[in-house]
């Protein structure tokens, strides 16, 4: 369906080259090892937050 475009216009599906690769290059690189390690707390830490939170709420 999206490979024909979007309101008529050529979409990164259907584009070639540079038109294609620029707008997906942030997501090919990805994070790296080390930017993933210092996350890691944080995102540790909102998932506790979130479960707490759940269960707080079940208990009511």
């Known amino acids: 369906m999206l490979g024909g475009g979007f309101g008529g216009r050529t979409g990164v599906v259907t584009a070639l080259g540079a038109v294609h690769q620029e707008p997906r290059a942030p997501l090919v690189r990805g994070p790296s090892p ?20 759940f269960v707080l709420e079940l208990l009511r």
Not at 34 to 53: F, H, K, M, N, Q
């Open 34 to 53: 080390v930017s993933i390690t210092a996350v890691l707390p944080y995102a540790a830490e909102r998932a506790a937050a979130l479960v707490d939170g």
